[in-house]
């Protein structure tokens, strides 16, 4: 997510009635230049994974950042890496659940006395779990703005971007990424959906906030404020990562628990395991930054909890709520600066889950970028009013990757089994509208 949306009635006028054919039922909706659909509470991703490349980066010394070609391949890949998630305010995150394969590795959450919550919540905080996972050679995510203007459109059912060149005295020549998704969207609430396996038919919770218990447990809170507290700003690449305040609207000096409040209107957060990158484990990150493990593995399933209020607020990234995820590797480098120094640019990851577009808008719609990208052209009512309980589920024993919205009943247990994850994805019996939508080339 990063994006300076800026597309012309020209552009518009194009794609509106490709659009229009895409739509299962009901006409198309043009808004702030992008298309949507039907409201669905599920959207699946098929063909995920791919085989490519993308730049890595070898060297940001000061602000001179090289980077050499990575090859990936796999069933979720490039994403089967270390990933991390963004969440963008007014939104109010409640609950963060991060499961991975074998019980065994599951935590037990310490749930102190209310009154002893605040004073020892933070040491809590720093000494539970060392090992998320395995960690293995890291990947990285980030992300951009305002490079140029970036122009997303949803041309067919998938989804478009190119630099904007339109200076205002020649046609705009959008140059559609050739390597998106086919068009492949249809709502079904039938059909089901194979499902992975654990291996040992067990999810341990591996990380999880609860805001109003004031719980965090195998996760960072942190945000591009470097140079406050902690982190590092300089003028060539700006603020490196920095643990965030409680409020997310300032960097901490150390990790805090994200308080039981609002993100503010535009305020960001990162929310990442609690192992710090070390001895280069996260591949190369920003010189003096704060870098930390990203959630990583081809089989992880998050559970999230949050809703996204109307503020009303208008302006750049204002009322324009969303929860992402990126290869990690990118707000370890840079996720808003220099495109030469992350791997953004090159396609190493981005998987918008529940994305506002523009300001005030009450859809939210998912979108994958990378060197394949793509987006359904459904989208999930955004959650004004009451919270919605979301599962996202990246299946590598099936490259799909799926967004589920969940039963309110769901609760977010210390251990998931194969069949409840399985339940997740396949709610048809209760008649959920799902949307698959073809990823892979
Ligand atoms: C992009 O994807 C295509 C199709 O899978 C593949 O042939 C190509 O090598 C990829 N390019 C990069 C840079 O990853």
């Not at 702030?32 to 063909?47: L, Q, R």
């Not at 990424?177 to 194979?194: G, H, L, N, R, Y």
């Not at 999230?304 to 009303?312: A, R, V």
Request: glycine share 12%; hydrophobic share 35%; charged share 20%.
């Amino acid at each position: 997510m990063r994006h300076a949306i800026t597309t012309s009635t020209v552009i518009a006028a194009t794609i509106s009635s490709a659009v229009a054919q895409a739509c299962a039922a009901g006409a198309a909706k043009e808004i702030g230049g992008n298309w949507y659909c039907d409201a669905v509470k599920a959207i699946t991703y098929s063909d995920f994974g791919s085989t490519g490349s993308y730049n890595k980066i070898t060297n940001m010394d000061g602000g001179n950042c090289q980077s050499e070609s990575f090859d990936y391949s796999g069933a979720l890949a490039p994403m089967d890496g270390e990933v991390s998630w963004h969440f963008r305010g007014p939104l109010n995150l409640k609950q963060f659940a991060f499961y991975a394969p074998g019980s065994g590795l599951s935590k037990q959450d310490i749930q102190p006395e209310s009154h002893e919550r605040r004073q020892h919540g933070h040491a809590h905080f720093h000494k539970r779990n060392k090992e998320v996972g395995s960690i293995q050679e890291g990947y990285i995510t980030e992300e951009k703005r305002e490079v140029g203007a970036l122009v997303i459109a949803t041309i067919d059912g998938k989804v478009a971007s190119w630099i904007n060149q339109y200076d205002g005295e020649a046609q705009p020549t959008p140059a559609p990424d050739s390597s998106a998704a086919q068009p492949a969207t249809e709502v079904d609430a039938k059909a089901a959906t194979p499902t992975m396996n654990a291996g040992d038919g067990q999810w341990g919770r591996q990380a999880y906030y609860n805001a109003e218990q004031q719980m965090a447990d195998g996760l960072t809170f942190l945000n591009n404020m470097g140079g406050q507290g902690s982190g590092i700003f300089d003028e060539v690449l700006g603020m490196s990562l920095s643990y965030a305040a409680a409020d997310a609207k300032s960097g901490a000096a150390s990790p805090q628990i994200l308080a039981n409040q609002m993100l503010g209107d535009g305020d960001e957060i990162v929310v990442m395991t609690d192992t710090p990158c070390k001895d280069g484990d996260c591949g190369v990150t920003r010189p003096g930054g704060v870098a930390y493990h990203g959630f990583n593995g081809a089989k992880k399933v998050f559970l999230l909890e949050f809703d996204m209020p109307i503020s009303g607020a208008t302006g750049w990234n204002k009322d324009m709520p969303a929860a992402w995820i990126l290869n990690a590797q990118i707000p370890n480098t840079v996720q808003y600066g220099k495109p030469e120094c992350s791997c953004w640019e090159s396609g190493c990851g981005e998987w918008d889950i529940f994305e506002v577009l523009d300001s005030g808008n009450n859809r939210c719609k998912s979108t994958i970028h990378g060197n394949i990208s793509g987006g359904d052209s459904n989208y999930f009512d955004r959650p004004v009013d009451s919270t919605v309980k979301v599962a996202v589920i990246f299946d590598g024993d099936n490259s799909a990757g799926h967004i589920v919205i969940l039963p309110d009943e769901a609760s977010f247990d210390q251990t998931l089994t194969d069949a409840q994850v399985a339940e997740y994805v396949n709610q048809d019996s209760s008649g959920v509208a799902r949307s698959l939508f073809r990823l892979g080339s």
